[in-house]
Nanobody, 121 residues
């Protein structure tokens, strides 16, 4: 089971830190990812860490995803938030053997329940 937390209402330019804790499921040896679904849109991938990786950063430098193997948690640090980042954010553990080359729901074995992020003034 995956439990996501940390969502909320933030003003444009602000920051949020999402966390996802795993119970009964291990992240180790699997790719892990954050997805999001904005209102009226399809679910899309945000960031993904491979099975041996520990962190990654988005191309624009605003989001950083990290894995803490000791705590069995993953985090998504989001800075410089924009209204278009408003969405429900989901953590996910990939199926065995799937890699971060693709980021589709079909890659995912386990989903967190989602946490709502609203960016608005």
């Amino acid at each position: 089971q995956l439990q996501a937390s940390g969502g909320g209402l933030v003003q444009p330019g602000g920051s949020l830190r999402l966390s996802c804790a795993a119970s009964g499921i291990s992240w180790n040896g699997h790719a892990i990812a954050w997805f999001r679904r904005a209102p009226g849109k399809e679910r899309e991938g945000v960031l993904c860490i491979g099975s041996s990786g520990s962190s990654t950063i988005s191309a624009d430098g605003r989001f950083t995803m990290s894995r803490d193997k000791a705590k069995n948690t993953v985090t998504l640090q989001m800075n410089g938030l924009k209204p278009e980042d408003t969405a429900i954010y989901y953590c996910a553990r990939y199926r065995a053997g799937r890699r971060c080359i693709t980021m589709t729901p079909a890659d995912v074995a386990y989903w967190g329940q989602g946490t709502l992020v609203t960016v608005s003034s």
